[in-house]
């Protein structure tokens, strides 16, 4: 394994981007007023660069993470998706890289752990920093569990390069006391070479380096030829660095509410996103410049 160039972009990007929301962030419109701009994204291009998050998007959040599976439909539609010849099909998750890619078939590109590690061509990336600091995620793992284990229902996934307390499960009256707890340990183990980061229902423990889902979408997008439009979807927080990669010239897909996003568009649930993804197989790639 090599970092594969995910070093240098690390220290030419980051600084000036913001990792979450910021105040320019309006609600983005649904899908069917957007798809006139979709169409024309596509029609400029030749060629489709289609990254998938995967909890929340292409399978319904669940109470329980491990039991987390892609619809059927969902499924079928990536898999076809994946095999046009025009388009690049890539999963960007939240998860360990293992794990991910063994819910989902069809894509030639994973990357997982917010975009830590990055497989292409059958080889695995990993940023040379978070490799470094995967001993203290791992500490930090053993330690939780014994400082959660009074609490119900809190569950500490160890994901190598970051680690997560699930909390969906536990009552709501103690999560602060997850929260805390975790912040102990985290200081303790970590100092400033990890963080905390929160997403739906989760708290994340990270190394402390500028690097997210974003990044990943653009190493990914550099590879590819000059005229290929970026897509993303994705459902949370960590996927705004991402929708920020891909817009204005791609298109930013939130699936979601009408909440503040840095994507243009938005969907309501997996099942739409599953139809977006058939009309992108079936008539979306035709538009493509040929
Ligand atoms: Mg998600």
Redesign the pocket.
């Known amino acids: 394994m090599d970092d594969d160039g995910i070093t240098h972009r690390v220290e030419a990007d980051d600084r000036t981007r913001p990792r979450s929301m910021t105040t320019d962030d309006t609600v983005p419109d649904p899908l069917e007023e957007q798809l006139p701009a979709v169409r024309t994204a596509l029609s400029n291009a030749s060629r489709l660069l289609a990254c998938l ?5 292409l399978a319904p959040i669940v109470e329980e993470p491990d039991e987390a599976a892609p619809t059927p439909a969902n499924e079928a539609a990536v898999e076809a998706l994946a095999a046009e010849s025009a388009v690049t099909t890539a999963i960007i ?2 998860r360990a890289l293992t794990d991910v890619r063994e819910r989902i078939d069809g894509p030639s590109i994973y990357a997982g752990n917010h975009g830590l590690e990055l497989e292409r061509r059958g080889s695995v990336a990993v940023h040379p920093v978070a490799r470094k600091r995967a001993t203290r995620i791992e500490r930090a793992c053993e330690t939780l569990e014994t400082a959660l284990e009074p609490i119900p229902n809190a569950r500490i996934e160890d994901k190598r390069l970051t680690a997560t307390v699930h909390v969906r499960s536990v009552p709501e009256a103690a999560h602060p006391v997850v929260e805390r707890r975790t912040r102990e340990v985290v200081d303790r183990f970590g100092g400033d070479a990890l963080e905390i980061s929160g ?2 229902q989760i708290l994340e423990i990270e190394p402390s380096i500028p690097w997210g889902k974003g990044n990943a979408v653009e190493l990914i997008d550099a590879e590819l030829p000059e005229d290929t439009v970026a897509l993303y979807i ?3 927080t ?2 705004e660095s991402a929708f920020r990669a891909v817009e204005p010239d791609g298109v930013g897909i939130l ?1 979601g509410d009408d909440e503040p996003s840095a994507a243009s568009t938005r969907v309501a649930s997996p099942a739409d996103v599953a139809s977006f993804l058939e009309w992108l197989e079936t008539t979306g790639v035709e538009l493509l410049a040929e």
């Open positions: 998050d995967f909890d929340g998007t998750s939240g997403g739906k994705g459902d949370d960590t996927d699936v």
